[in-house]
């Protein structure tokens, strides 16, 4: 197949796990998208996205506010949020994993600049953040709980080690390096003070300085903040101290809490720290947070964060789905936090919930043509609300006054095709399916498929390794069924915790054909989800489907009061940039003038009820014609099990359909009785 995008250079991504002794996988050094699904989207972000967001950080003072700090003003600065620098190195790492394909001379000359004007900017001991260099000198590490110094170093520094790794450029990495010995004199081990920072992140960053340094002092420093947190050093603040995770030591703490993304970023920073030193209550602590995640506070998009006041991930079964907050740099910090779980473990339900989580409540927030973004990601909405725009509302802006998701948007589509394929130590694991080419030097596949449309996965074999390897592909939990052929033989392996393991002497040009079943799946909640108790969720392959306005005018979203029937309508191309619907038929009620009065009446009256029919989409598509209600839970009191499955022949299923047992392995969820 033709390939879309330029050929890259081999290479580490954001994670290199070259030095870890106890990594199970370690990223593919081949790897590239190109064509498909998630290829057009990295060739939009390459066009549209980046040079947008050039834009949009001069129109927005991002870039003016470093300007006023290398000419040592004090006055001036542009918004009100300490960590606007972050939204520029943010943008500068997207440019630069992008440029793995070739570089943009107009966005490569822009970085060139802003590398020379941070150069500048920074002060003669390595301090860097213009907000307390031209907002409120004097103050530099004092505001720790808010400040977000550490925060913006981290960002800087995973800017510095992207432009590092792709085109090998110093210049960035010693701003970098001399901010880190800033933060060490005044934070480090034998700094000034004993303080972390109220956001983490800078973890994560300095484990992989050390990663791609070699000095270790980076990861001794990112080990100590993360020694000293969970002992009460930032305070209660305004929301508690377990807001920022500031509450428990962290190798105690077994519960995921507080600020949806600083809690994600410091797992991130926890994982990453275990894989470099080995020391496994990291690991333990971190699996078992995950998993206090995914079974009590994950929405089905795979979107964390329930509430909006403090962006926290509240309580277990918090599940709200029209006050969902659902951050998009959550769903981003998820990604990046069960990536780091899957090469430390190799268990496969961390892959699925990175799939879940991509395809649903990360992508939801970044429009389709490319010029907007979504901070918040809910399940409902109730009607247009034209008034709502900004970082709270549902709809796309092009930018936000707190912008921390867009341009962590393009760096995760930057670089996600180092998310894709594995090393293990006898082969390769692929474990989410994106058209292109993956491997190492030895072992190279190439990738070619029309998922999540379709379940047909061909895997060609371009470079084989001598002697037997692995090809291990991921299950996902909810693919009941998979078959798979190699060179049109049915392969005899059978799955095993969620991985097809094909072990051959392989050949350049053999053919491995996996098919995941795809069709519509009726989905229930945890009944201590009190919000969408009653209700069902359509799913098919990895997309969560929603009902939209702009596809059922005539039929009040807020008024179906239970599913009778559901198919799949086949694909169309020409609709959201090609998608696959599904046809619901739905009762509705018709409550006519009854809201006039009072929503509440004896039980066994209800309204009117007539049998119509609507179209649901996925849930990633939503909201890119005109501005409308929404919804991805439909009432439906009835068992589905009866209602859907006995009439149409779809299945029924929860998620995690695969379950960790005590021991750490995954087993198959055993289907209720009844169940097909
Ligand atoms: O504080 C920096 C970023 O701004 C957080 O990660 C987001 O939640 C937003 O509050
Ligand atoms: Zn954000």
């Known amino acids: 197949m033709a390939s879309d995008r330029p050929g890259a250079l081999p290479g580490h991504g954001p994670v290199d796990l070259d030095r870890s002794s106890v990594a199970a996988l370690r990223p593919a050094t081949v790897a590239r998208l190109d064509g498909g699904f998630w290829g057009g989207r990295a060739t939009q972000n390459s066009e549209v996205r980046i040079p947008d967001g050039a834009t949009r950080l001069r129109d927005a003072g991002n870039v003016t506010n470093l300007e006023l700090a ?55 001991d390595g301090y860097l953040q213009s907000y307390f260099q031209v907002h409120r000198p004097g103050e530099r590490f004092v505001d720790l709980q808010w400040g977000h110094d550490l ?10 080690i992207a432009r590092a790794r792709v085109l090998g450029d110093r210049d960035l990495l010693e701003v970098a390096e001399r901010f880190v010995s800033a933060i060490a004199d005044e934070l480090g081990p034998d700094g000034r003070r004993v303080g972390i920072g109220g ?43 377990a807001y920022w995770q500031d509450d428990v030591p962290v190798r105690e703490a077994i519960e995921a809490r507080g600020h949806a993304v600083r809690q994600l970023y410091l797992l991130c920073g926890v994982v990453d720290t275990y894989l470099e030193t080995g020391e496994e209550l990291l690991l333990d602590v971190a699996e078992r947070q995950w998993l206090d995640l995914v079974s009590r506070k994950t929405y089905l998009t795979g979107g964390q964060g329930a509430r909006h006041t403090d962006e926290s991930l509240g309580d277990g079964f918090e599940l709200p789905p029209d006050r969902a907050y659902c951050e998009t740099c959550a769903a981003i910090g998820s990604v990046m936090l069960s990536w780091r779980l899957l090469l430390a473990t190799g268990r496969a339900r961390y892959a699925d919930l990175i799939e879940r989580t991509l395809y649903n409540g990360f992508l939801s927030g970044a429009s389709l043509d490319g010029e ?40 995760l589509l930057a670089s996600l095709e180092h998310y894709v394929c594995a090393r293990r130590d006898d082969g390769l694991a692929l474990h989410q ?112 489907y ?17 599913v009778a029937a559901t198919e799949d309508e086949g694909h169309d191309p020409a609709l959201l940039g090609g998608v ?19 929503s509440y009446g004896a039980v066994g009256a209800h309204a009117p009820i007539g049998r119509r029919t609507v179209v649901a989409i996925p849930f990633y598509a939503w909201g890119n014609r005109t501005l409308g209600a929404m919804r991805v839970w439909i009432p439906s009191p009835a068992d589905p099990k009866q209602s859907i499955a006995a009439s149409r022949g779809g299945a029924t299923t929860t998620w995690p359909d695969r379950r960790p047992t005590a021991d750490g392995r995954d087993v198959p969820r055993e289907r209720p009785e009844g169940e097909e």
């Open 433 to 544: 399916y994106m058209s292109g080419e993956f491997g190492d030097e030895s072992f190279q596949v190439r990738v070619d498929t029309a998922y999540p449309y379709s379940g047909e996965v061909i895997v060609d074999v371009t470079r084989a390794p001598a002697g037997e390897a692995a090809l291990a592909l991921r299950v996902p939990g909810w693919a009941q069924g998979t078959s798979a052929s190699i060179n049109g033989e049915p392969v005899t392996e059978r799955g095993e915790g969620g991985w097809l393991l094909l072990r051959r002497t392989w050949r350049v040009d053999d053919r491995v054909r996996l098919e995941l079943p795809m069709h519509v799946r009726t989905t229930r909640a945890d009944d201590r989800v009190d919000a969408v108790r009653g209700a069902l969720a359509l799913e098919r392959g990895p997309l969560v």
């Open 580 to 598: 696959t619907t599904i046809r619901v038929d739905v009762d509705v009620a018709d409550h006519g003038a009854d809201h006039d009065w009072w």
């Open 199 to 241: 956001h983490p992140e800078v973890e994560m960053a300095l484990v992989e300085l050390y990663r791609h340094t070699g000095n270790v002092s980076h990861l001794e420093l990112a080990r100590v903040l993360i020694d000293r947190r969970g002992h009460g050093l930032l305070g209660a603040g305004r929301f508690g101290s």
């Open 151 to 160: 925060y913006c170093a981290g960002h800087l520094v995973q800017a510095a």
């Open 70 to 124: 290398a000419a040592r003003k004090t006055a001036g600065y542009r918004g009100d949020l300490p960590f606007l620098d972050s939204d520029v190195y943010k943008w500068i790492e997207a440019a630069a994993w992008d440029a793995r394909h070739g570089t943009d001379p107009a966005v490569e000359r822009i970085v060139v600049e802003l590398v020379a004007l941070l150069g500048r900017a920074q002060e003669p």
């Open 546 to 562: 929603c009902l939209e306005e702009a596809d059922n005018t005539g039929v009040s979203l807020d008024e179906i009061v239970s």
């Open 372 to 411: 907007g973004y979504r901070y918040v990601n809910p399940l409902q909405v109730r009607h247009a609300r034209a008034g709502v725009a900004g970082d709270q509302g549902p709809f796309f802006s092009p930018w936000f006054r707190c912008a921390c998701c867009p341009p962590n948007v393009m760096r």
